[in-house]
């Protein structure tokens, strides 16, 4: 991807320091799941004010005197709440989701040429921006639309994804394939403690301080982050490229990925195909789940206050725990697709219990059918690292990383539009239903994808000597 005089020299892999970029991955996932579960309820809060609608959820006349009298004004405008807040969500998430298609391709292939130092600041510039714009907003108490601000600017430099795939580019560049998979599950774990102490902490917060102290934090953290990788990480390439900002704008990241996934070596495009497919859908689903949950419990018949969202929300970041568990267990008796495939059944049986759930206990339990939900993401990404060239593996994880990005924005498209379609009929949870069913895609397309690979012919125990061999 770069002339001679532009070559890039990435160092050794033996050079992997224990901690590198987890630290920023930690505090960015808190920052995306805090202000996932308070802006929905923020907006939700907002949207009920214009309709001069009670939000309190002490009262029994909130959901007891309603959830079984469709016709109560009291639930008709509830629904209608409901689903207002659900579009603003949806139009929100588009506004981030359209740049950011585009930016964490171009970000992706700049990081391959002056390191992934600067595009995972760039990113993290855009997160200050947008949490900054968010504090504004409810400060003074100005109109949900200068939110589009801070979503479409997050958007332009790369956003979540890119922070993401530029980690995962960063692990991959400092280590060997060996140890790559066990680095990655650390990172998804990762992601898992940061959500975990989000989520914990939102309702109580919240409850005791209102929106203004959550988002202060989040600004804080977000300038931390900033400055964590301005001076502490160290730059995964040997020296300095001069002119690093005109490597920024070009069409050859995408002409490269497109090569990538092209390439007839062995069979792998069809495999890589089906691989990046797989992860769409499964990001889709899980994002767009996820997402539509907070607002499902807030309205009838769940009627959920902030304190009870941050609990279950919590308790839905327990898979990333659990997923490291599994993999480093399981795998002595286990293959990589069975772990895959057990995520994925136990994901489907848990959004098909959402979409009739009528009581608390049956949301819970739906909840805690998904703690293998982030098993599948770590080994769809390790694979499909092991069955391009080394050069090629950053590629690669663009690819996934635009996919990540398709997939947040079509699952908020489909899941959340679903809802605001169906949110005010006799069956609200429609859009669960639908994500068991698009779930049970990825089990054929995966086999397909991996019976095609050379991966068939490895045995257990060579795909998880990283397991065995590394703490």
Known sequence: ??????????????????????????????????????????????IASDHNFSLNRTTNQSCSDVKDNTSDPYYLLEQKVSSETAAWSLYLNVANGIPALFSTVLLGSWGDKVGRKYPILLSLFGLVAFVSTFLIVIIFNLSLYFLFIGYIFCGLVGDFGNIISCSLSYLSDITTPAQRTLRIAVLETG??????????????????????????????????????????????????????????????????????MRSRQNGRHLTLILFTLCFCILIATESGVKGLLVIYVIGVPFCWNSLLIGLFSGLGQVSSFVSLIALKIFSKFSTQPTLLSFGIITSILSSALFAFCQTTWMLFLGQALQVFLSLPSPIIRSQASRIVAPDEVGSVFGVLGCSMVIGNTGGSLLYQGIFVVTADT?????????????????????????????????????????LSEEE
């Not at 992601?191 to 989520?199: D, H, M, N, Q, T």
């Not at 301005?230 to 050859?252: A, C, D, Q, T, Y």
């Not at 895609?441 to 257990?460: C, D, F, H, T, V």
Request: glycine content about 6%; hydrophobic content about 45%; proline content about 4%.
């Open 1 to 46: 991807m770069c002339t001679n005089d532009e070559e890039v020299t990435h160092r050794a892999p033996n050079s992997a320091k224990l901690i590198t970029v987890e630290p920023t991955v930690i505090g960015t996932m808190f920052i995306i799941i805090l202000s996932n579960i308070l802006s929905k309820q923020y907006i939700h809060q907002r």
């Open 191 to 260: 992601l898992g403690v940061g959500g975990f102490v989000a989520s914990m902490t939102s309702g109580l917060w919240n409850l005791e301080k209102g929106f203004q102290n959550p988002y202060w934090c989040m600004f804080g953290l977000s300038i931390f982050n900033f400055v964590y990788v301005l001076i502490f990480l160290r730059s995964n390439v040997e020296r300095k490229v001069p002119g690093i900002f005109r490597h920024l704008f070009s069409k050859e990241p995408f002409v490269h990925m497109y090569q990538v």
């Open 426 to 466: 006799i069956f609200p949870g429609a859009a669960f239903l639908v994500a068991a069913i698009i779930l049970l895609l990825i089990l054929p397309l995966y086999w397909s994808g991996y019976n095609r690979s050379e991966l068939k012919q490895m045995s257990a125990t060579t795909q998880y000597d990283a």
